[in-house]
């Protein structure tokens, strides 16, 4: 539940892009004080072939070399940093190269069997940066505000009903098509009846959090051939419930809201920018104009470059 | 449960020894007619009685719920009412079968009034244990026990102080008489507890009465202005109650009278079907929002309330209190309702004793508990109860139907007809007067004080000397179902 | 007249609101610069005095009014002038959905586009919609007028058991219990007057079409 936002620069330039969702994400704080979330696109300037892995690891001794093992087991880690945050875990970050996508699942599934361990995220072309506390804390915690990009969509996080902690703050991503995230204010309350099929085509899951449900759902119809467009029409007659929902891929962003329009969002388009946001008090900190658009109940809209 | 009603021919024909009886009995000041004094026929809810040349008899058994109405407003104590085993052939039950015919021929579902009727865990499973000589028992009659309590001291710079942990819940203006308000509104302030509004606005009458009075703000909005709600001494945000979760107050037609129009402002004879939730409370953020812009009405002076029915207790009691709630109220499947349909009132919710202890451990997982005020509602009679629900986690209690019984209710649970026989959910004048407002709210008065009274004896013998410091360890469980529910262990040696 | 000037931007709207409700006390006028579309601005002010956001303004703006003329220069979050019980809520851009919510009394116009839900379970007042309004508007409406200059979305007037709708372009659907009735003369000057006094400038009166309940007991007791 929560606030989200989403903006895209339409010259397909790398911005200052991780500072405008900050100060994006920082007016939505009061409807997500629990934790707050990133997917900055377009800027990690990797290798066709590499990915960045983000590591929740306990501080605790000889954990991390464990870590570092299990992984150059797999494939070689290319550079690491170790990035310090609250609690008694620290995350470590490594680049490295897989072959095939498809490779990035199993190696996270091996990585998280180690104790005291969660992969937060893997990914090719996009920064995911999530913590719990509030927006300028994460931010200045990772120095979010000298992230580039293209594009990017946010989140700050109200639980409902599942946990509060890292792994649960938004943005939710899948390893079925790569780069996909999703950030989502709302419920699915036929949350089940929309897991289930998924898992029986292979999906693993690994909360119960509704919006991880979200992001499977897109990236089984973006792989069986929808487009994102068509994808996320199909996701309103699917779900049921009130949302609206930001994805983000590497070409874009979209967002949809539920037949009855019960979550808000608004948008405002200049010629540089294209934002979306829970709130017009968001839109301001990106876009100069007045013209603010109501997204309607069941629409769709997706914005790429 | 079925009822046999009879009627004692002979007693029915007895000379009138009982004065004042025909005004109250049955509304026929006639006296050449007072032979046939017809206040069964008249008197009872559910039509159970037909007049057969000239005489009343119980035709219509299998219609009686019980209530007694009509034995208690016999002057001639002519009629007996008894309750007849249950007749079941496997699950279907004489009850049910009726139920059946009656929805095969009217095409509609039941609508009725009051809470869940069937059995289910409460209170009465628990009991209190006694201190002996591990530790001492305070005496009841020369040593003292504390009652009083503050509610909502979290942000509010006027939190509720009252001096008992029982207060009475919210009853609207329109599903109860202006009389029945009033009522209330003295027993309240003469036990010095506080009354609540209910979602159908404010009477003048009912805020001079009353000294402290909190205002309800429901989805349906009746009477709300800045006004309202600077008049109240706290504010509670109805987000649902226990008789029906999931729906929006329901007042039907029959009860809106030009006078409870004027006050809700919607139209006369029009049904009030509150919506099922607030328009603009959807998620949480829109909960915590919605407390920041009472706040901001009402200058940060009184508590915020918020009210679930209970369901998924733990994460709604946590996200009302992430947001900034002062005072959190959970009313389990069995609290009451003037009107809702049947289905919902007995297949929806979970017991009181469930939500207590599941919103007492939310709170203290996000560390709130200390700064949040928890109170129970749903089923509340007794001082017995009271002191469990306290020992279970609450920090005060709401009582309502008990309330309405103590100022002459039977729980026909006809409320919504609006043709109270005892002149409290009704809006009609000639049956209002049968209600001696003053009288019944010292009634009130004298059930609250009785049952803060039964309480501490209970907290007393514990070895308590402040009714807030009963804690759950007081308390065992004399069935498994409550054991399991409550977390409370069995009595004995048995773990849960 | 005696104006009274509130720079807002560094402001909370606790802050904002008790410096309002204190001027409201003694100016006439108040000035709010740098509004920057925060939430509950001028909540519960009960003084005649006038009220002028320099700005964009968040959720429930002007929310439980009861005297006081506020104008808008900016656009509106969700709810505005909810639950007013008199005076003006003038927004001048745009507004979200539930615009002029549950209002009893009292004026709510918005000169350019809302969203959805306008006017839901409104008991009284007037509400003006200068382009267009969504999904549902009128849910529950429960008295009070609706005019709306634009088109309006699907199921309008659903559950409406009192009050009207009037709207001048397309309307895409009715909801349960609303109809369409026809339009009378006197609802033409009605509307011109109430329009005129709110500096819309309109044509022709007769293009609008009415919407107004079929029963005032669309549930129980038929």
């Not at chain 1, 880690?77 to 945050?85: E, G, Q, R």
């Not at chain 2, 109240?232 to 945000?237: F, K, V, Y």
Request: one cysteine or more.
């Amino acid at each position: 539940m929560c606030g989200i936002a989403g903006i895209v620069y339409k010259d397909k330039k790398l911005h200052n892009i991780g500072n405008d969702m900050t100060n994006m994400l920082h007016q939505l704080q009061h409807r997500g004080p629990d934790s707050a979330g990133y997917s900055i696109y377009g800027g990690t300037g990797l290798e066709e072939d590499e990915y960045i892995l983000k590591i929740q690891v306990k501080e605790s001794e000889k954990l991390l070399d464990k870590v570092k093992d299990t992984i150059n087991f797999i494939t070689p880690i290319k550079n690491d940093a170790i990035l310090p945050s609250v609690g008694d875990s620290f995350i470590y970050k490594c680049k490295i190269s897989l072959d095939r996508f498809c490779e990035l699942k199993p190696l996270i599934t091996k990585v998280d069997t180690i104790d005291d361990v969660i992969v937060i995220n893997g990914s090719h072309d996009f920064e995911m940066i999530k913590d719990v506390g509030s927006v300028l804390d994460i931010a200045q915690r990772y120095d979010v505000r000298d992230v580039k990009g293209t594009h990017a969509i946010g989140h700050t996080r109200f639980s409902t009903e599942s946990g509060v902690d890292r792994y649960h703050a938004h943005p939710f991503q899948t390893y079925i098509v790569r780069d996909i995230s999703v950030v989502h204010n709302g419920q699915i309350t036929n949350y089940w009846k929309v897991r289930d099929p998924l898992e029986r085509k292979g999906h693993i899951f690994e909360t119960f959090n509704d919006t991880e449900c979200l992001v499977h759902y897109i990236a089984d119809k973006l792989d069986t051939g929808y487009s994102l467009e068509e994808a996320l029409e199909q996701s309103v007659e699917d779900m049921d419930g009130p949302f609206s929902y930001i994805i983000g891929t590497p070409q874009g962003i979209g967002i949809a809201k539920d037949k009855l329009g019960l979550r808000p969002g608004v948008m405002a388009e200049t010629d540089d920018v294209f934002a979306i946001a829970s709130e017009e008090v968001s839109l301001r900190e990106v876009v100069d104009t007045h013209h603010v658009e109501q997204i309607s109940p069941g629409e769709v809209m997706v914005y790429e470059i | 449960m079925p009822y046999r009603v009879e009627r004692n021919p002979e007693l029915c024909k007895k000379n009138f020894g009982r004065p004042g009886c025909c005004w109250y009995l049955c509304d026929d000041r006639d006296e050449k007619i007072c032979g046939r004094c017809f206040s069964c026929f008249n008197n009872c809810p559910h039509g159970v009685y037909e007049i057969i040349q000239g005489d009343p008899y119980p035709l219509n058994q299998e219609k009686c719920v019980g209530c007694r109405i009509c034995l208690e407003m016999c002057p001639n104590r002519a009629i007996e009412v008894n309750a007849i085993p249950e007749d079941a052939r496997q699950g279907w039950g004489f009850p049910d079968i009726v139920e059946i015919v009656r929805q095969s021929q009217t095409a509609s579902y039941k609508l009725r009034s009051t809470g869940a009727l069937r059995r289910i865990p409460d209170f009465d499973d628990l009991v209190v244990i006694p201190a002996q000589v591990s530790r001492p028992p305070i005496d009841k009659y020369r040593e003292p026990c504390g009652t009083d309590v503050v509610l909502g001291d979290r942000y509010a710079e006027n939190p509720l102080k009252i001096d008992t942990p029982i207060m009475i819940g919210a009853m609207s203006f329109g599903a109860l008489s202006k009389e029945a308000k009033m009522a209330l509104a003295i027993g309240s302030s003469l036990a010095g507890t506080v009354t609540n509004t209910g979602e159908g606005g404010m009477l003048p009458e009912e805020r001079e009465l009353a000294d402290k009075l909190i205002a309800q703000y429901a989805s349906g909005r009746f009477g709300v202005s800045a006004d309202y709600l600077k008049k109240g001494d706290a504010i509670e945000i109805k987000i649902g109650q226990g008789a029906k979760s999931g729906m929006g107050g329901h007042l039907l037609g029959e009860k809106v009278t030009a006078e409870v129009s004027r006050i809700r402002n919607i139209p006369e004879g029009s049904d009030a079907l509150s919506p099922a939730r607030h328009m603009d409370i959807v998620g949480p953020e829109d909960l915590s929002m919605k407390i920041s812009q009472l706040r901001e009405i009402t200058d940060w002076k009184v508590p915020i309330m918020v009210k679930f029915a209970s369901g998924k207790v733990a994460s709604d009691v946590k996200i009302a209190a992430k947001g900034g709630a002062d005072i959190i109220v959970v009313d389990g499947m069995q609290g009451g309702t003037g009107a809702g349909p049947e289905v919902i009132m007995e297949h929806s919710g979970i017991p009181s004793v469930a939500s207590i202890v599941e919103a007492d451990m939310a709170l203290k997982e996000i560390g709130l508990r200390d700064q949040v005020s928890l109170v129970a509602a749903g089923g509340v009679r007794s001082g017995a109860d009271l002191a469990k629900a306290i020992a279970l986690g609450a920090d005060a209690v709401y009582i309502a139907t008990a309330a309405l019984i103590s100022i002459g209710c039977r729980v026909c649970q006809m409320c919504y007809t609006g043709t109270c026989r005892k002149g409290i959910a009704t809006q009609d004048l000639s049956l209002r007067h049968r209600l001696d407002y003053k009288e019944m709210g010292k009634n009130v008065a004298n059930y609250i004080n009785t049952m803060t009274d039964e309480a501490c004896m209970l907290v007393q013998q514990a070895g308590n000397t402040h009714i807030t410091k009963l804690e759950k360890e007081n308390l065992r469980s004399l069935t498994l179902e409550a054991s399991s529910l409550t977390g409370v262990p069995m009595a004995g040696v048995g773990k849960i | 007249m005696n104006v009274f000037e509130i720079n807002a931007e560094k402001l909370t709207p606790r802050e904002i609101n008790s410096q309002i409700k204190q001027a409201s006390e003694e100016y006439d006028k108040i000035i709010i610069r740098n509004p920057n579309a925060k939430h509950y601005l001028s909540a519960g002010v009960t003084e005649d005095v006038e009220i002028e956001f320099d700005g964009s303004v968040g959720y429930f703006a002007g929310c439980m009014c009861e005297g006081p003329k506020i104008k808008i220069n900016g656009n509106a979050g969700w709810f505005a002038g909810d639950n007013i019980t008199g005076g003006e809520v003038i927004v001048e851009g745009s507004a979200g959905d539930g615009a002029g919510q549950g209002i009893y009394d009292g004026t709510v116009v918005v000169r350019e586009s809302v969203g959805s839900r306008t006017g839901e379970i409104m008991k009284n007042g007037t509400i003006i919609i200068g382009g267009n309004s969504g999904f549902m508007t009128g849910i529950f409406m429960m008295g009070g007028r609706i005019i709306i200059l634009g088109d309006v979305g699907d199921d309008v007037a659903e559950s409406i058991i009192r009050g009207v709708i009037y709207v001048k372009g397309e309307i895409k659907s009715l909801g349960h219990n609303a109809k369409l009735e026809e339009l009378t003369f006197e609802d033409t000057l009605d509307l011109e007057e109430t329009l005129t006094e709110y500096d819309f400038d309109i044509d022709d009166y007769s293009e609008f079409k009415k919407i107004v309940p079929e029963s005032t007991r669309p549930f129980y007791g038929h």
